[in-house]
């Protein structure tokens, strides 16, 4: 909890797992800094999202190794799905994927500060949490749609092929009842034939 600029929280064992980089060649704000205490580093997880910002010497090495791009749509991610934004030198700069395309942020203003709270920084990465976060929900809802839509249209094919097949067991099956009525036929008439043949033999020899 936050009151007065003060944060709150809960004793808890140390969060496993997290602000660990995708890649060797680049660190997270969260493997930089050696936090002893489990509880400051939960809140700086909790509070300062040190574990998805990834930190680079430069723009063009943050995109050398973190920056990707999908060859058939041309749409960018970062590597790692973890990393939200990467900051880099000499200014602090940083950039993001929003969208599927990068989106650069300048850190060019002198950010308002109270002892030890820089308000104005936590409002603007609040602001860009949110919209990272707005622009993942828009991508999971078009997938959504899209495996709804490719969904239905499977079901459809399918369902095709099925009364297909059923349409054509019908017919093998018509094709072999025809079969055997015509092998009984042919048998009744050989028998006929054959029964004919012998009263006839008998006549001529009578």
């Given amino acids: 909890r936050n009151d007065c ?25 969260a493997s930089t800094l050696s936090i002893q205490n489990d509880l400051v580093f939960n809140c700086m997880i909790d509070h300062f999202q040190i574990d998805i910002r990834a930190l680079t010497r430069s723009k063009e090495e ?3 190794y973190l920056l990707l791009t999908d060859q058939s749509t041309g749409r960018r991610k970062i590597r790692g799905d ?3 934004q990467v900051l880099f030198l000499p ?27 820089d308000e104005t920084a ?23 749609m899209r495996l709804e839509t490719e969904h239905s249209h499977h079901q459809k094919q399918w369902n095709l092929k099925k009364r297909a097949c059923q349409k054509q067991e019908q017919k093998i099956e018509a ?3 025809k079969i055997e009525e015509l092998k009984r036929s042919s048998a009744e008439n050989a028998s006929t034939f054959d029964t004919d043949t012998s009263e006839l033999e008998k006549e001529v020899l009578d």
């Fill in 175 to 177: 094709i072999e009842t």
């Fill in 91 to 117: 200014d602090g700069d940083s950039w993001a994927v929003v969208n599927g395309s990068v989106s650069l942020t300048a850190h060019d203003k002198q950010l308002k500060k109270t002892i030890g709270v």
């Fill in 5 to 29: 600029n003060v944060i709150q929280m809960t004793q808890a064992p140390r969060y496993a797992n997290v602000g660990k980089s995708p890649v060797a060649e680049v660190e997270t704000v």
């Fill in 62 to 64: 943050g995109e050398r």
């Fill in 122 to 144: 936590a409002l603007e990465e609040a602001k860009q949490d949110l919209e990272i976060a707005k622009t993942e929900l828009q991508e999971c809802n078009r997938n959504h």
């Fill in 82 to 84: 973890k990393i939200r």
